[in-house]
């Protein structure tokens, strides 16, 4: 899913004229170059149509994946080795990945473009703070997250608009942050029109190599410093990618 959140509290001193005014104008650099188009609109109603039977068949997912529990390890002991600090999860569906983050220890806060998958993730998570919003528009402050997480989220996202949505995720993260995503690998793009209990989508779901997303990420201002595959005989396989915002 395509996900992003407003979070302006993470700032100090946000409601300051002069400060409110930067982070608006480093906001508006990349709203000229992410082509929202009509996907982000199918994206969105799609989610919302199967957000229910979404949650209910990624609960408890985690515990059978091993891998992608030692990268969301890897990538808390990265964060907390920085300092610390405000972790967003862009595009955070039900909330059970932002509720592991909390559970390695760290401040993780939830972003998600369907307002009901934000319905559903405040439900089963009341504890933790979700927030309806977008990565291509993402309303964070500047350098304001000690760590960002895409877990995907980006399959939906058409390749036009990723320099876009990576700078975004390079803005709002401070200096030497880490970034973890997790993708579909592969080359192709199909139109999905069902899923989650045979419920009508409308959503392109893009496969990527990590050579093409590393590349991005790089073109953005980031050092690429590691990724995995997962499951690489697999007909889906799938891949997580670690990185750090450049100064």
Request: positive net charge.
């Amino acid at each position: 899913m395509v996900r992003g959140v407003a979070a302006r509290q993470l700032a100090p001193g946000a409601g300051k004229r002069k400060q409110h005014g930067q982070q608006r104008a480093g906001r508006e650099r990349y709203r000229a170059v992410v082509d929202t188009g009509d996907w982000l609109t199918d994206t969105r109603i799609s989610y919302d149509t199967v957000a229910d039977s979404y949650a209910s068949q990624l609960r408890g997912a985690l515990d059978e994946t091993p891998y992608v529990r030692a990268a969301l390890a890897l990538f808390a002991e990265f964060v907390r080795a920085a300092g610390g600090g405000p972790v967003a999860d862009v595009g955070c569906g039900p909330g059970h990945v932002t509720a592991h983050l909390r559970k390695l220890g760290l401040d993780a806060f939830g972003i998600d473009l369907s307002p009901a998958m934000i319905d559903v993730a405040r439900r089963e998570h009341p504890e933790l703070r979700f927030e309806v919003g977008s990565m291509t528009d993402l309303d964070l402050a500047d350098a304001s997250a000690a760590g960002l997480l895409a877990f995907w989220s980006l399959i939906h996202v058409p390749d036009g608009a990723l320099p876009g949505v990576f700078g975004h995720f390079r803005r709002a993260l401070q200096p030497g942050a880490p970034l973890l995503l997790g993708f579909h690998a592969g080359n192709t793009s199909r139109l999905k029109t069902e899923g989650y209990g045979g419920y009508p989508m409308k959503v392109r779901v893009h496969r990527r190599q990590p050579a093409q997303v590393a590349a991005g990420l790089r073109d953005a201002g980031f050092a690429v410093e590691a990724h995995l595959l997962l499951d690489p005989d697999d007909s889906l396989p799938g891949a997580v990618l670690f990185a750090r915002r450049q100064p």
